[in-house]
């Protein structure tokens, strides 16, 4: 009604002008995306015992702040058992506990360990988010398609780790939402673990990714920080952004220091793309086994790893120059 009125008083091109406005503060969102999080072995034994709201709990001022708050799930929350061979990331399913309190409200399955616990652990984990809120995505091809203030962001979950990805698949998966979609993000498993620099097939596959449409690209398993970078796709008229790796944002690795080392990217986007990234640097206390706020010395070498200036304090909180 007030809005009515004030168009009513205006000339037509102010008119026209006030309506640009209200349309470009409405097709607006704020992504928070961080890395691994893995909820079993040391840091179950270390939170379980207390409950598990603190784990993840210095995540919380980028994911309050975000419309939608992102992470990788290394850890099948389930109780079935143990596949032959398999490493036990498995953690219990009352684990979903960090993940609400944190304020997560999507994370990946497409990883390596997604079928630890065979496909009954697959379908207890999204059972587990599910109850909590939180939106499981992947393994597969079927994006998670929703709607934030107006804008359509489709969501893709890839695995490069446990078999190689097909190319072809995902470049139809894409191009089948480039003209609906607003935004399209992708979500990958791939790299070599501890390797701070993106090898050769991320290099190509960022490539692959974006000349498809894909407008932002989330990296995870290296385990350790790895450059935030643009990346120009064939025949593209904006750029994709591309987080390589964003580290561990909770894992019980202590050694070396760089995998206790995390990033959550705070990332603007609307329907003309990407906007402003900025960094929340965290590590991993390995005495309580938690995430928290990242020491001078550990945000060097954060900024450094990401070659990313823009640096958000503890309160998330862009400071004004």
């Not at 784990?55 to 099948?76: G, H, R």
């Not at 944002?249 to 220091?257: G, M």
């Not at 402003?276 to 938690?290: I, L, N, S």
């Amino acid at each position: 009604m007030k809005r009515s009125f004030l168009l009513g008083a205006l000339t037509l091109g102010a008119v026209l002008l006030v309506i640009a406005v209200f349309q470009s503060a409405e097709l607006t969102a704020t992504l928070a995306l961080t890395g691994d999080v893995m909820l079993g072995r040391h840091v179950a034994q270390s939170n379980a015992p207390g409950g598990w709201d603190d784990a993840l709990s210095a995540l919380a001022p980028c994911t309050t702040a975000a419309d939608i708050a992102f992470a990788n799930l290394e850890s099948p929350l389930t109780m079935a058992p143990l596949v032959e061979g398999a490493l036990d990331l498995r953690a219990p399913p009352e684990a979903n506990q960090a993940l609400q309190a944190s304020h997560l409200d999507l994370v990946s399955l497409a990883n390596n360990h997604a079928f630890d616990a065979g496909y009954q652990g697959l379908q207890d984990t999204k059972q587990a988010l599910l109850a909590v809120g939180v939106q499981p995505i992947g393994p597969g091809e079927e994006p998670w398609v929703t709607q934030v203030n107006g804008l359509i962001l489709v969501w893709f979950a890839f695995d490069d780790i446990s078999a190689p990805l097909n190319l072809e698949m995902v470049q139809e998966a894409l191009e089948a939402y480039r003209s609906d979609a607003d935004l399209i993000i992708v979500s990958i498993h791939w790299g070599s673990e501890l390797n701070p620099a993106p090898n050769s097939r991320q290099r190509n596959l960022a490539s692959e990714l974006a000349a498809a449409g894909a407008d932002l690209v989330v990296g995870h398993h290296p385990h350790v920080l790895q450059p935030v970078e643009w990346v120009w796709g064939s025949k593209r008229e904006r750029p994709t952004l591309v987080a390589f790796s964003l580290g561990n944002a909770l894992f019980d690795q202590a050694a070396p220091p760089a995998v206790r080392y995390g990033a959550m990217l705070l990332v603007d986007v609307g329907p003309s793309g990407v906007g402003d990234v900025c960094a929340f640097p965290t590590q991993v206390d390995p005495r309580t086994w938690r995430v928290v706020p990242a020491s001078p010395s550990a945000i060097e070498a954060i900024k450094r790893n990401l070659e990313l200036d823009c640096i958000l304090p503890p309160t998330c909180q862009v400071e004004e120059q």
